[in-house]
């Protein structure tokens, strides 16, 4: 199973562009890369997913290098409700395989007026 | 879409009791897994089913734990006894197999306290 590092912690005020960085030196040829946000009392919630380069939605990018052992979820302009735990997960549970979906500790953002 | 709901949002029980926690997937997902979440433990897989067959209860801690899916629409996660140890935040979450990097959807969770 591919292993996730993230950083505990992170703080923002709002208005700012955040940037999450996960590591998985590990990760396999047939892995995405996926981010989840959760908000207290409630459950984690689906952001973006990626297998290379970059993508794009109304939420948020994520940023994959070519050697895809990294990958960095970007928040543009952040506010006082993005204040959630981001987690980075890697694997392929494609058709099966949900036990190799793993939420490490995440990150936990909190966002400053 | 109504999402994944589940039930009771909170219940407070005492120990030796039997608990049971009930969840309804999003219509047309084929896969359906409960979570818990704890401080210490962080977010963990109990157990997960597609087509309502149970794949992996790896997860589940102990005898006291059993989940059934008897249809498409309906599970049930069930500790008999319950301890204090139990005390936790159980997600369920359901998924569509569309075969290419599938999204979870969980639901609000039930706030699970025993005393």
């Known amino acids: 199973l591919a292993k996730t590092t993230q950083p505990i912690s992170m703080d923002s005020y709002e208005g700012q562009e955040v940037n999450i960085t996960c590591s998985h030196n590990?990760?396999?040829?047939?892995?995405?890369i996926t981010w989840y946000q959760q908000f207290p009392s409630q459950g984690p919630r689906f952001i973006i997913q990626?297998?290379?380069t970059k993508v794009t939605n109304e939420v948020a990018s994520l940023f994959i290098p070519a050697d895809r052992k990294s990958s960095t979820l970007s928040l543009p302009r952040v506010s006082l409700s993005d204040t959630a735990v981001y987690y980075c997960?890697?694997?392929?549970?494609?058709?099966?395989?949900?036990?190799?979906?793993?939420f490490g500790a995440g990150t936990r953002l909190a966002v400053h007026p | 879409d109504a999402g994944v709901i589940q039930s009771p949002r909170h219940e407070v029980t005492e120990m030796g009791q039997e608990v049971t926690l009930r969840c309804k997937p999003i219509?047309?997902?084929?896969?359906l897994f409960w979570y818990r979440q704890t401080m210490m433990r962080g977010l963990e897989l109990l157990i997960y089913f597609n087509n309502n067959v149970p794949i992996d209860d790896s997860g589940m801690p102990e005898d006291r734990f059993s989940a059934k899916m008897p249809n498409a629409s309906f599970s049930t996660l069930k500790i008999q006894p319950s301890e204090p140890r139990d005390s936790a935040v159980y997600f369920c979450?359901?998924?569509?197999?569309?075969?290419?990097?599938?999204?979870?959807?969980f639901g609000e969770g039930s706030w699970l306290t025993v005393v």
């Open positions: 590990n990760i396999a040829t047939n892995d995405y």
């Open positions: 997960l890697v694997g392929d549970w494609r058709s099966g395989g949900y036990n190799k979906l793993i």
């Open positions: 990626g297998y290379k």
């Open positions: 979450a359901s998924s569509l197999d569309r075969g290419l990097g599938n999204t979870i959807y």
């Open positions: 219509s047309g997902h084929d896969y």
